[in-house]
């Protein structure tokens, strides 16, 4: 079969699959293609590469996990796209132009909550709260079967338990809605960090959005590095002759300002 004739039956059995009503675009038509043509793998591959990409849905990234499967490669997990934050103010600005709540009032509300929760969990409550119920977590320090054994040293403090309500996952659920997911092919912080040109546009914009300064969450987000990689890159920008950037503390964070 010549080369006009391939092309001509494949892109006729792509017309054909998007009049039959089937989703053309997704990784079963890929698979349904490859199906087809197996043998001409350069075009296949070619018409691959030309489709366009989902912009739209929770972005997502894929990782190998430990287990493998029958043909000793790695199973994979999911995770909701990494260096994606929002901060308090972020939410409060939010608020404010959205639902006319007065700066400010957030932040002192969750620092009431903070003082306030943890007397009350530390007395074996569970906090009820329209988004979820808040309780801690313990955990014996050695192996014990019989329960008279235990003695209150035993016990230690093991952290803070968080299950959300139902309506709570509800909102979510319909926020995520029909546009649903997107795979995010994220590329390795080696090779983000090699790529100057970008990095150097990621500081400007996480400058810019942040009025004069960045910080490592703003700057991971930007560069899409992981904080790790965003803290040493900052931090190397701040060292020799002729540094780039002034690291400063306030409160609890450090802020970078060009020098």
């Known amino acids: ?23 053309g675009w997704n990784f079963h038509f ?14 296949c591959g070619k018409l691959k590469y030309n489709m366009p990409r989902k912009k739209n849905g ?23 796209q990494s260096g994606l934050k929002r901060t ?11 639902y006319s709540i007065r700066s400010g009032e957030m932040t002192r ?5 903070m003082e306030a929760a943890p007397i009350w969990m530390a007395e074996g409550y569970r906090i009820e709260t329209p988004i979820g119920t808040f309780s801690a977590k313990i955990e014996l320090k050695r192996d014990i079967t019989n329960p008279d054994d235990i003695k209150h040293d035993d016990v230690a403090f093991k952290g803070i338990d968080f299950r959300p309500t139902k309506q709570f996952e509800k909102e979510l659920k319909y926020a995520i809605g029909s546009d649903g997911f997107r795979y995010v092919r994220k590329p390795t912080s080696s090779r ?12 400007q914009k996480s400058i810019k959005a942040n009025k004069g300064y960045t910080t490592v969450a703003s700057f991971a987000r930007y560069s899409h590095l992981t904080e790790h990689s965003a803290r040493k890159q900052l931090n190397r920008w701040c060292c020799g002759d002729s540094p780039k950037l002034q690291k400063s503390r306030i409160s609890h964070a450090h802020i970078y300002t060009e020098i």
């Open 1 to 23: 079969m010549t080369d006009g004739t391939s092309q001509f039956v494949a892109m006729f059995y792509i017309v054909w699959m998007l009049v039959s009503g089937t989703e």
């Open 30 to 43: 890929y698979e349904d293609f490859d199906c087809f043509w197996r043998n001409n793998h350069y075009l």
């Open 58 to 80: 929770m972005p997502f990234e894929a990782h190998p996990t430990p287990q493998k499967d029958a043909k000793g490669e790695s199973l994979l997990y999911v995770t909701p």
């Open 88 to 98: 308090l103010h972020e939410l409060e600005t939010y608020f404010g132009d959205k």
């Open 109 to 113: 509300m969750f620092e009431a909550f």
């Open 192 to 203: 983000i960090l090699n790529n100057l040109q970008h990095l150097e546009e990621a500081l």
